[in-house]
């Protein structure tokens, strides 16, 4: 069974340009899931999906950040404008249903913001 | 909001040698979960507690459940090299919401 899959894997931007990163959760995943991960923390979640919808969205930066999922399947984040310290991993995770507690992974985006 | 405290924060030990490491919490929480999370990827699951007092293995791991429900172990029994990495636990509260991560447990394993 594929995993998470998340692209790119590494971007370097300017501060005040955009970037947006893009998600395939697993196949049948119905929940989404983004996480922030700075360096020496543990991942910080910004937003949550079920099927298209958004669930939980109470620590995403709404003036600069957003993210869909339009068809229930991919989703994308986009950061617009970059700020330094959104210099993080952003990590993509999914599970089959809300309520259970084994979120799966993707390998992550690393964003440098310059 | 709610916070969870892992320690300790690092640990350098030798090949063979045995590792425990914990994480409490501020509230209760109703699953409690383990991750390990190598050098460019994402955080892999290791173990899952459902129940208060549970004590669940995975091979040479072994994590427990806390019977307050605020708090988890987790040991590692007979270290490799391989299991170099971060350890994060994760707790979901009773609302069957969001993961809470602790800010992690980097292990080196000296050969």
């Known amino acids: 069974e594929a995993g998470v899959a998340q692209s790119p894997r590494y971007k370097i931007i300017e501060k005040r340009q955009s970037v947006a990163f893009w998600c395939n959760p697993i196949?049948?995943?119905?929940?989404l899931y983004w996480y922030q991960q700075i360096l020496g923390q543990g991942p910080k979640l910004l937003i949550q999906?079920?099927?298209?919808?958004?669930?939980?969205d109470s620590q995403l930066p709404k003036d600069r950040f957003s993210a869909e999922r339009l068809k229930g399947v991919d989703s994308t984040l986009k950061i617009q404008p970059a700020k330094l310290e959104d210099s993080a991993v952003y990590l993509c995770?999914?599970?089959?249903?809300?309520?259970?507690?084994?979120?799966?992974f993707g390998p992550g985006t690393r964003l440098l913001v310059l | 909001g709610q916070q969870l405290n892992q320690s300790p924060q690092s640990m350098f030990i030798q090949e063979g040698e045995d590792v425990s490491m914990n994480c409490t919490s501020s509230?209760?929480?109703?699953?409690w979960l383990w991750y390990k999370q190598e050098p460019g990827e994402g955080p892999v699951l290791l173990i899952a507690?459902?129940?208060?007092?549970e004590l669940t293995s995975n091979g040479r791991l072994t994590a427990q459940f806390g019977i307050t429900r605020k708090d988890s172990f987790l040991n590692i029994s007979a270290s490799i090299p391989s299991d170099v990495g971060i350890y994060f636990c994760?707790?979901?509260?009773?609302?069957?919401?969001?993961?809470?991560f602790g800010k992690g447990t980097m292990l080196l394993v000296s050969p």
């Open positions: 995770a999914s599970s089959l249903n809300r309520g259970t507690g084994t979120q799966y």
């Open positions: 196949s049948g995943h119905a929940t």
């Open positions: 999906f079920q099927n298209n919808g958004v669930v939980d």
């Open positions: 509230s209760i929480f109703n699953t």
């Open positions: 507690l459902y129940k208060a007092g």
């Open positions: 994760a707790g979901q509260d009773v609302g069957y919401s969001t993961l809470t």
